[in-house]
T-cell receptor, first 111, second 116 residues
């Protein structure tokens, strides 16, 4: 069964450093998403991406964040200058229509 | 703005007992409704969804949920709990007329514990 994959599973970085989280969505899916879950809190929407552009973004998704689909398979989330409060589990998801399939997540720890 | 409320952050049941996890949504126009499960150290897995049609929907692992418009609810049930059901359960919605981009709005989650 096709699945969404994410790398790395765990990323530790120092405050102020740039990180890139990588996702490989399911191959025939058209919509791509990033969500995050701070420990003990709700899963929160960050951004959706369709037709090679951002279709919607949340207030959290400020200028420090960017997304890219550099080729036909990868979907990346870049955080330009990480802050302590960026520490969270980041989930990638993809969909054809309504049903979103989630990857296993990348746990980002900012020290 | 649309919100999702899950009553009870922790629910504990005995193995073999009924599981009932509650979810209410806030909008007057019913959204699309979903339940996801998250096992320890894993991602989110879709259990079931309601979009249109029959209001009782069946999902994986013996779970089902009933959409009740009059109560703005979408509670999740399973007749007989199994130890393997221990996980965190998230109710989520996609508002209608969301522009086609399908942002999921999640509830806070309910952690289900199953004891022997």
């Amino acid at each position: 069964e096709p699945e969404v994959t994410q790398t790395p599973s765990h990323q530790v970085t120092q405050m102020g450093q740039e990180v890139i989280l990588r996702c490989v969505p399911i191959s025939n899916h058209l919509y791509f998403y990033w969500y995050r879950q701070i420990l003990g809190q709700k899963v929160e929407f960050l951004v959706s991406f369709y037709n090679n552009e951002i279709s919607e973004k949340s207030e959290i998704f400020d200028d420090q964040f960017s997304v890219e689909r550099p080729d036909g398979s990868n979907f990346t989330l870049k955080i330009r200058s990480t802050k302590l409060e960026d520490s969270a589990m980041y989930f990638c998801a993809s969909s054809v229509q309504l049903e979103q399939y989630f990857g296993p997540g990348t746990r980002l720890t900012v020290t | 703005a649309q919100s999702v409320t899950q009553l009870g952050s922790h629910v504990s049941v005995s193995e073999g007992a009924l599981v009932l996890l509650r979810c209410n949504y806030s909008s007057s126009v019913p959204p699309y409704l979903f339940w996801y499960v998250q096992y320890p150290n894993q991602g989110l897995q879709l259990l079931l969804k309601y979009t249109t049609g029959a209001t009782l929907v069946k999902g994986i692992n013996g779970f089902e949920a009933e959409f009740k418009k009059s109560e703005t609810s979408f509670h999740l049930t399973k007749p007989s709990a199994h130890m393997s059901d221990a996980a965190e359960y998230f109710c989520a919605v996609i508002p209608l007329f969301s522009g086609g981009y399908n942002k999921l709005i999640f509830g806070a989650g309910t952690r289900l514990a199953v004891h022997p």
